[in-house]
């Protein structure tokens, strides 16, 4: 059973918006700090955010810092990351990930393509 | 945010040979309170995400096999695969913890 599944990746147009989404399953979710980390073709991994086990704190990237909001919903075990003012360098696949310090649990990914 | 630098970029091993990866950071990992050295190790294959191998510097994740160890303290740590086998082909990332959380660049291991 796969501990963590993204959705809500696709193509969208620099400038646009687009929300991921991270269900997680089999552990428990409300325990745990949730980070959504990225991997651009052919590249390294880059952290984008964290949000704490209850909500109290987020924290992001500089890169993402004032346009990316992260959140999530302990009662529906889901983890969300609202992207807006896309742009073409924030294209990757984007995997969420659990784990307060290290990040135990991992998604598959979900891609998401900006281009216009 | 403490920035860590992995060598080699590329790494060419022998099948059943000892693979040795470095991470550096510009900043101590350590922190005394607790005694531990907040850096992590992940294991990427080709198409799939990552997974961790070693948390702490040098805890072993249940599962994985004994041939992976994480070694070092403070700015220098090494992963060491112990004999390689074909199915230990992959990037390896270090990451820091410490403060934020950055990852190294990779170091892709592929077989001599």
């Known amino acids: 059973q796969v501990p963590l599944v993204e959705s809500g990746g696709g193509v969208v147009q620099p400038g646009k918006s687009l929300r991921l989404s991270c269900a997680a399953s089999?552990?428990?979710?409300?325990?745990?700090?949730m980070h959504w980390v990225r991997q651009a073709p052919g590249k390294g991994l880059e952290w984008v955010a964290v949000?704490?086990?209850?909500?109290?704190?987020?924290y992001y990237a500089d890169s993402v810092k004032g346009r990316f909001t992260v959140s999530r919903d302990n009662s529906k075990n889901t983890l969300y990351l609202q992207m807006n003012s896309l742009r073409a360098e924030d294209t990757a696949v984007y995997y969420c990930?659990?784990?307060?310090?290290?990040?135990?649990?991992w998604g598959q990914g979900t891609l998401v393509t900006v281009s216009s | 945010d403490p920035v860590v630098t992995q060598s080699p970029d590329s790494l060419a091993v022998s099948l059943g040979e000892r693979a040795t990866i470095n991470c550096k950071s510009n900043?101590?990992?350590?922190?005394?309170?607790?005694?531990?050295?907040?850096l992590a190790w992940y294991q990427q294959k080709p198409g799939q995400p990552p997974k961790m191998l070693i948390y702490?510097?040098?805890t072993r994740q249940s599962g994985v096999p004994d041939r992976f160890s994480g070694s070092g303290s403070g700015t220098d740590f090494t992963l060491t695969i112990s004999s390689l086998q074909a199915e230990d082909v992959a990037v390896y990332y270090c990451?820091?913890?410490?403060?934020?959380?950055?990852f190294g660049q990779g170091t892709k291991l592929e077989i001599k």
């Open positions: 990930a659990a784990g307060s310090y290290y990040f135990g649990y």
């Open positions: 089999g552990f428990n979710f409300s325990d745990y700090g």
């Open positions: 949000i704490w086990y209850d909500g109290s704190n987020k």
């Open positions: 900043q101590s990992l350590f922190y005394s309170s607790n005694n531990k050295n907040y």
């Open positions: 702490w510097a040098s």
């Open positions: 990451q820091q913890y410490y403060r934020s959380y950055t």
